[in-house]
């Protein structure tokens, strides 16, 4: 009874996160469910942005709480999370001149916190992208991976978080629509 009590309370949030996506899936109709563009990420309103294939926006229409834009693998086995990473007005300037690791390390400080023992960096901040440079870092949480992309769009800097939903699924077959979907924002500019 102890290990379902203490399963339930490390998977509940992802439990509810596959549950709502499932939900929403399910209760759409086919005509939402195939809709291939979504509102464009904030400070872009005359773009639009192109959801993946094999992806739908689970905030069609509108961004969640916090300005991020949600997505779902159609078999609910990847998320991918897009929002803008909002630098207080003291911190603009200085980090306007800084490459895109160094925001990538801001990142990853924000996610990882402090003496978390649920996550373990896999890969910390490093470059990656021919062109215009996009910061890659990856981390575990209780055995899932979470693969973030840092990058600029003209002045605005975004984080593309990528999010495997269960252990069956190989991360590298999602990992190339992320990378292809952050560039695709790099370059609505």
Not at 10 to 15: D, G, L, N, S
Not at 51 to 68: F, N, V, Y
Request: hydrophobic share 40%; proline share 6%; aromatic share 6%.
């Amino acid at each position: 009874m102890r290990i379902a009590k203490y399963l339930a309370a490390r998977f509940a949030t992802y439990i509810f996160i596959v549950l709502l996506a499932g939900s929403i899936i399910s209760c759409s109709s086919p005509g939402e469910s195939l809709k291939q563009s979504a509102p464009p990420p904030p400070k872009h309103s005359s773009k639009q942005m192109i959801i993946p294939d094999g992806w739908i926006s689970l905030t069609p229409g509108q961004r969640s709480a916090g300005g991020e834009l949600l997505l779902v693998r159609n078999d609910n086995a990847a998320l991918m999370t897009v929002k803008e990473l909002k630098p207080v007005a003291s911190a603009r300037s200085a980090l306007a001149n800084e490459d895109v690791c160094t925001l990538g390390n801001i990142s990853m400080q924000g996610k990882l916190g402090n003496g978390n023992n649920a996550k373990r960096i896999l890969r910390p901040p490093s470059v990656i992208g021919n062109g215009k440079p996009l910061c890659v870092y990856i981390y575990s949480e209780n055995s899932l991976l979470r693969r973030v992309l840092v990058f600029r769009s003209g002045s605005t800097i975004y984080e593309v978080e990528l999010l495997q939903s269960n252990e069956s699924l190989s991360f590298s077959t999602v990992v190339e629509v992320q990378t292809a979907f952050a560039k695709s924002l790099m370059n609505g500019e």
